[in-house]
């Protein structure tokens, strides 16, 4: 059995077993490896955020886009930010802050 201060355990048929110390140091290493990739996941939701607004501003660069050319400029210069995103020093753990806002 482990000798770990805070010891796992599965449940079976008998009723819950202690973890082995190769179970624990699998499931150690799957942790580890799920903490790991915490940041990659995170990228990952902000860039697909991105990408979302992009999306639905597409129509703002359009020739035919019933915009002026000072609100299209506006909206060009927030895609670009958008693009940005990931430069930015709080990547990829953004605060409210971080993501420009869309001109009205």
Same mark, same amino acid.
């Given at each position: 059995?482990?000798?770990?201060?805070?010891?796992?355990?599965?449940?079976?048929?008998?009723?819950?077993?202690?973890?082995?110390?190769?179970?624990?140091?699998?499931?150690?290493?799957?942790?580890?490896?799920?903490? $790991?990739g915490a940041?990659? @996941?995170?990228?990952?939701?902000?860039?697909?955020?991105?990408?979302?607004?992009?999306?639905?501003?597409?129509?703002?660069?359009?020739? $035919?886009?019933?915009?002026? $050319?000072?609100?299209?400029?506006?909206?060009?210069?927030? @895609?670009?930010?958008?693009?940005?995103?990931?430069?930015?020093?709080?990547?990829p753990s953004?605060?409210?802050?971080?993501?420009?806002?869309?001109?009205?």
């Amino acid at each position: 059995m482990s000798e770990r201060e805070n010891p796992r355990f599965r449940t079976t048929e008998f009723g819950r077993i202690q973890f082995t110390e190769e179970e624990e140091l699998a499931r150690d290493a799957e942790e580890k490896e799920w903490a $790991d990739g915490a940041s990659d @996941r995170l990228a990952s939701k902000h860039r697909e955020t991105r990408n979302e607004l992009l999306a639905a501003s597409d129509w703002t660069q359009f020739s $035919d886009s019933p915009l002026t $050319d000072e609100a299209k400029t506006s909206w060009a210069t927030y @895609r670009t930010a958008l693009r940005n995103l990931p430069t930015n020093e709080n990547w990829p753990s953004l605060e409210d802050d971080d993501w420009p806002s869309a001109p009205e």
